[in-house]
Nanobody, 115 residues
């Protein structure tokens, strides 16, 4: 079955960096679009970034220029490099993919940006 496991969250000071990773299994990773979403306390889950099965990427305006999504099809992983972090980036970050019209989510990893 489809499994997505996020790692790399933690506590970081404003202006710092973190790198999240999502390990995927149970589907043809190379042909699937891979997404990062986040959910801040008391807010709805929101789109962060996508890396399509081709070479295109897209970002939410709030993270454009600070976050970079990448994927390694040989290792079935997708990463999110987060730089210049702000307190408002505090959230649980989720990896997502869609297969046969069904969305699959990981359990998420918590990122806290605080001094």
């Amino acid at each position: 079955q489809v499994q997505l496991v996020e790692t790399g969250g933690g506590l970081v000071q404003p202006g710092g960096s973190l790198r999240l990773s999502c390990a995927a299994s149970g589907f043809a990773f190379a042909i699937n679009d891979m997404y990062w979403y986040r959910q801040a306390p008391g807010k709805q889950r929101e789109f962060v970034a996508v890396f399509t099965n081709g070479v295109s990427t897209n970002y939410a305006e709030s993270v454009q220029g600070r976050f970079t999504i990448s994927r390694d099809n040989a290792k079935n992983t997708v990463a999110l490099q987060m730089d210049s972090l702000k307190p408002e980036d505090t959230a649980v970050y989720y990896c997502k993919t869609t297969r046969r019209s069904t969305d699959y989510w990981g359990e998420g990893t918590l990122v806290t940006v605080s001094s």
